[in-house]
């Protein structure tokens, strides 16, 4: 399985907009906008399969965290699975690949801590400023059964100290600094001088990231209830192996997902959630 791990498509758009997704946790490790790259990935990121990728876009599915009940890894399985590569797709101005991870790939220990049959298609679409990335659950089974997912992406910046997440001022956030205090957001500008790892629940479907007062990144999300932000700072960041010391003043994640409350998916049903991000 771990040779699948390495392999990569390069999605490329007329206008020079590139891609890079990876089948091992059908994870984007590149977004390149005017020669640009937009997604952080650590330069100690492990990518021989052994673990989830530090940087670009982790798929989390069926959990967020870690469950005392379900017995998986912390962000469940999807991120360190390898997943089938199902096609390319061009339509209108949008260049896409799609993914599929259904339970018949899993490791029998991921199978029994989470009895479910299902099938993920995860969507990566390319524009010249924008990337699309869309997750479609389907639950194969009868019975109902209930998930968390989020689109884990880290966005590359160039110093935290200058950033500025707009949108998200009035909300509730479970504050994980806090002890799970839940907040509300006072300030119409989220700045980061310090370990920040919130749950914003509930949160409106456009978030701006700034850097120097300038607008840098847009996030409209769909499907999806929440949002997080992170940034591990200091201590947190000399405590992962695969993270530079210094990295946490280049990135900041921003990430859409259902993780406040349980997704419920009937038996036979589909849902849908994704993100579309711009670089401004
Ligand atoms: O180290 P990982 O399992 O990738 O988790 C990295 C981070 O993911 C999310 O942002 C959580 O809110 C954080 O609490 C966690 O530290």
Redesign the pocket.
């Known amino acids: 399985a771990h040779e699948t791990s390495h392999k990569s498509i390069l999605l490329k758009h007329p206008s020079g907009a590139e891609a890079e997704v990876r089948l091992f946790g059908a994870t984007v490790t590149s977004w390149k906008v005017d020669n640009t790259e937009r997604l952080f990935v650590s330069k100690d990121a492990i990518l021989d399969g052994s673990k989830?990728i530090?940087g670009g876009i982790?798929v989390v599915f069926p959990i967020?965290?870690t469950d005392e009940k379900i017995k998986l890894p912390?962000?469940g399985f999807a991120r360190n699975s390898d997943w089938e590569y199902v096609g390319l797709l061009t339509d209108n101005d949008e260049v896409s690949v799609r993914f599929s991870l259904k339970d018949n790939q899993l490791k029998q220990s991921q199978r029994s801590a989470w009895p479910h049959s299902f099938r993920l298609n995860y969507t990566v679409a390319l524009t010249e400023k924008t990337l699309r990335t869309t997750l479609v659950v389907k639950n194969e089974d009868e019975d109902t059964f209930e998930f968390k997912t989020l689109l884990?992406t880290y966005f590359q910046i160039s110093d935290i100290s200058k950033v500025a997440v707009s949108g998200l001022s009035n909300l509730t956030y479970i504050d994980?600094v806090q002890n799970a205090a839940k907040v509300v957001e006072e300030n119409q500008k989220v700045t980061i001088a310090g370990e920040v790892?919130r749950?914003y629940a509930n949160v409106p479907e456009e978030v701006t990231i700034e850097e120097d007062g300038q607008a840098k990144y847009r996030i409209v999300k769909t499907g999806m209830k929440d949002t997080?932000v992170?940034n591990?700072w200091i201590d947190?960041a000399k405590g992962?192996g695969d993270f530079g010391d210094e990295e946490y003043h280049n990135m900041v994640?921003v990430?859409v997902g259902s993780v406040a409350d349980w997704v419920k998916l009937g038996g036979g049903q589909t849902w849908t959630g994704g993100q579309v991000i711009t670089a401004l």
């Open positions: 989830a530090r982790p967020f965290g912390q962000h884990h994980k790892d749950v997080v992170w591990p947190k992962m994640c990430e």
